[in-house]
C-alpha cells in the first residue's frame, strides 16, 4: 500500500510540473509578442509585464520542487558531471532569489572569493540548491543577509546568514523524512527536502544552525573542489 502511494504521488508531482511547466511556456509566449508590440509601454505597463514575468518565474520553481521531489523519492536524481565556478552558479541562484523574493527592506551583502573555484556537477541542479538556500533567508529575514562564496579546507562552501528568527530547536530532526514543513511553518517542506537531495548527490554536506554572531539562522552547504 505504501508504495503504490509513494507511486501515486511520484506520478501526480510528474504530470503536474509538467502542466505548470506547458502553461507557462505558453503565457511567456504571449507576452513576448505582447512586448514586441509595445514599442515604447508606459511605466505601468511595464511594471504589469515585470510583474507577470515573477509569475512565471514562481511557476517555474514550483514546478521543478515538484520534478526533483519526484525524482528523489524515486531514486531517479542523477546529476549531471561538468566542471563549474562556484562563483557563477551562486551569482546565477543568488539572481533568482533575489527576483523572486527580494525585498527593499532586506541588505544583502556578497563575500565572493576572488579567484575561480571550481567544482563539478550539475549546473542547473545547483543553482537550484542555492537559490533555495538564498530565498529562505530572504524570506525569514529581518534587516540583513550575507552571503559568502568561499574554499575552506579543500571545499567550495556557500554560506548564508539571516538576522530572522533562526531555525527551530528540532529542526535538525525534522530534515527527514521529506516533505515535511517545519513546524509552526506554511509549505510543503519541497525546498529544503530537494536542496537535502541535490547536496546528497554531489557529495557534499549540509548544516544549518544559528548565526555566528547575534541572533538568526545560518545554511552552510559544502561540495567537494574538482
Known amino acids: 500500500m505504501t508504495e503504490r502511494l509513494d507511486w501515486i504521488t511520484q506520478s501526480l508531482f510528474r504530470k503536474v510540473a509538467h502542466d505548470i511547466v506547458g502553461g507557462a511556456g505558453v503565457t511567456r509566449g504571449a507576452l513576448t509578442e505582447i512586448e514586441r508590440t509595445l514599442?515604447?509601454?508606459?511605466?505601468?505597463?511595464?511594471?504589469?509585464?515585470?510583474?507577470?514575468?515573477r509569475g512565471l518565474t514562481r511557476l517555474d520553481r514550483l514546478a521543478r520542487r515538484l520534478r526533483l521531489a519526484a525524482l528523489t523519492e524515486s531514486g531517479d536524481l542523477t546529476p549531471a558531471s561538468v566542471e563549474l565556478d562556484l562563483r557563477e552558479v551562486a551569482a546565477a541562484g543568488i539572481a533568482e532569489a533575489l527576483e523572486l523574493d527580494g525585498r527593499r527592506t532586506v541588505n544583502v551583502e556578497r563575500i565572493v572569493a576572488p579567484e575561480r573555484i571550481a567544482i563539478r556537477g550539475d549546473e542547473e541542479l545547483l543553482k537550484a540548491a542555492i537559490a533555495e538556500v538564498t530565498s529562505?533567508?530572504?524570506?525569514?529575514?529581518?534587516k540583513m543577509v550575507q552571503i559568502e562564496v568561499a574554499e575552506r579546507d579543500g571545499e567550495?562552501?556557500?554560506?548564508?546568514?539571516?538576522d530572522g528568527p533562526g531555525f527551530h530547536a528540532t529542526f535538525g530532526e525534522q530534515l527527514h523524512p521529506p516533505l515535511r514543513p517545519r513546524d509552526g511553518q506554511r509549505g510543503s517542506g519541497l525546498a529544503i527536502a530537494n536542496v537535502l537531495a541535490?547536496?546528497?548527490?554531489?557529495?557534499?554536506s549540509?548544516?544549518?544552525?544559528?548565526?555566528?554572531?547575534?541572533?538568526?539562522?545560518?545554511?552552510?552547504?559544502?561540495?567537494?573542489?574538482?
Do not use: C, W, Y
Open 136 to 142: 529562505n533567508a530572504l524570506r525569514f529575514a529581518r
Open 39 to 53: 514599442t515604447a509601454p508606459s511605466e505601468s505597463q511595464a511594471a504589469l509585464l515585470a510583474m507577470a514575468r
Open 156 to 162: 567550495a562552501v556557500f554560506v548564508a546568514e539571516d
Open 206 to 226: 549540509f548544516a544549518a544552525g544559528p548565526r555566528t554572531s547575534g541572533s538568526g539562522a545560518r545554511v552552510r552547504i559544502a561540495f567537494p573542489r574538482s
Open 198 to 204: 541535490i547536496v546528497e548527490r554531489h557529495g557534499g
